[in-house]
């Protein structure tokens, strides 16, 4: 076997990239909102965030199906490995996202259960947010793998940096959404978003600075066998990542309308290049890389072609569908 990736498992290696920062963003933002959706109890406070989410959320989540996918079709030892050793935290984001989506059908249904669905849409929303950043921790940690299959235990993602780095993200969804907000609403909730942001920016520091010590004390395993420190031209990426952060706090204090939610979405794009950076080569740190994970020549071709095709209209849809619905979204129709 090449020790050398081919150009077609490079290829696919790169989609599965794109599509996951395009999920951590379009979903992450709407994930924040059901989020910031529990923490307040107004209904007239809640039904703008639900407006601003409506007509996006199911489509944003087409994105998590096609790494899936690829993942499947490409890399099927990666698909196997990493289902093996976070089956629990897959299975718990899936649940979480059926109770997202029902919710927002169903509290509308019945007036009675109201509170029980809007206890789901916030419950599914941190739930998914706090096992898909658990899984990057564990992911930095390493994954244990023989003989191409997971060899660890049904916990081993439940560590102190994972656990940190879960709550990390719920903050970052949560941060992402209220740039969101910003937005797409008007008046008191607009207002209550910009208020939120400087207060989520200073979480988000808190959680790095205790994650980074937990690395140097109680957990020494997390990010030690990653290839960062022989990379040292990679530190721009996680400087860009706390400048775009302090830059967040600023636009919201200066009520910039876009610039909160686009330097948030650049402090995900610098943090997900900080991560490409410690994994790389590898698709799962650090037992399997890209060469040693691809699926045959012959079906990385085949599966080309169908790639070439539905990549393309994945992207047309999703920029169609926000620009027919752009602007501020005043109202909700169930």
Known sequence: MS???SW????WAGVIAFSIIAYVILDGYDIGVGILFGLTGKEDQRLPKLASIAPFWDGNETWLVMIGASLYAAFPAVYAVFLGAFYLPVLLMLVGLIFRG???EFRY???????FWDAGFFYGSLVVAFVQGAAIGAMLRGVPVENMQFAGGAFFWLQPFPILTGIGLVLGYALLGAGWLAIKTRGEVQDWAYACIPKLVVAVFLVIALAFATTLTIDVAAIAQSNFEQRSWAWVFPLLAVLAL????LAA???RLHLPFALTVAFFVFAFMTLVVMFWPYMIPYALTVAQAAAPESSLQFFFYGGAIVLPVIIVYTGVVYWVFRGKTDGYQA
């Open 8 to 11: 077609l498992a490079l290829f």
């Open 102 to 104: 029902v919710a927002l």
């Open 3 to 5: 020790m050398e990736p």
């Open 246 to 249: 302090l830059g967040v706090v």
């Open 253 to 255: 204090r200066a009520k």
């Open 109 to 115: 249904r019945s007036s009675g259960m109201r509170k």
